[in-house]
């Protein structure tokens, strides 16, 4: 199965998830929020989460990678949102990219509460 037949969800995880470990993978996406008040902490939050919980857990590892991989993406997407700004569209592509960004934090946080392992889509997959 490649990458693009279903970009929403990776396969599952053996077993179902433990309450605790949704409970995980629902903060490795919200700690992304912290990024509204630290800068790159959209970044730094899953990532500690990620070195954390990633020999014990396995779907909370699963999840804050994907976290982690979504948010580097769109700080790249930020930064080039602000390098845009000299030719003036970036103040219409920011705005976008802040909104995108929001919506899908919030989509997998709601996601990975409920057990399903979500795979955001649009992202590149740099860490593994």
Not at 87 to 104: Q, R
């Amino acid at each position: 199965m490649s990458d693009f037949d279903d970009m929403t969800t990776a396969p599952p995880i053996v077993g179902t998830p433990s309450t605790e470990e949704r409970q995980w993978g629902l903060f490795a996406h919200l700690s992304a929020l912290i990024g509204l008040v630290i800068p790159l902490g959209n970044v730094i939050g899953p990532l500690i989460i990620w070195q954390v919980k990633k020999d014990t857990m396995p779907f909370a590892s699963e999840q804050a990678k994907e976290a982690l991989n979504f948010n580097i993406t769109v700080a790249i997407a930020a930064i080039v949102c602000f390098v845009l700004f000299l030719v003036l569209i970036g103040m219409m592509l920011l705005p976008l990219v802040g909104l995108f960004w929001l919506i899908f934090t919030i989509l997998a946080a709601v996601k990975a509460n409920e057990g399903v392992q979500y795979r955001y889509p649009f992202t590149l997959r740099l860490v593994n």
